[in-house]
């Protein structure tokens, strides 16, 4: 039971430590690629204005 226990937190410690960079470079890369379409569908704009939702 021991070795069950050790091992499920050796490969949950792994799968954390892997999968939430790997997570947040594709949440860069996402975002990077979306501000990019962004900007070739609408050429001269930036987006909205900063304070705008308020």
């Excluded at 594709?26 to 705008?52: E, H, I, K, M, N």
């Amino acid at each position: 039971m021991g070795i069950a226990i050790v091992g499920g937190l050796i490969v949950s410690q792994v799968l954390t430590l892997y999968t939430t960079p790997v997570l947040y470079l594709v949440l860069d890369r996402f975002r990077l690629w979306s501000r990019d379409r962004w900007a070739r569908a609408f050429p001269g704009q930036t987006g909205p204005a900063p304070g705008a939702a308020e």
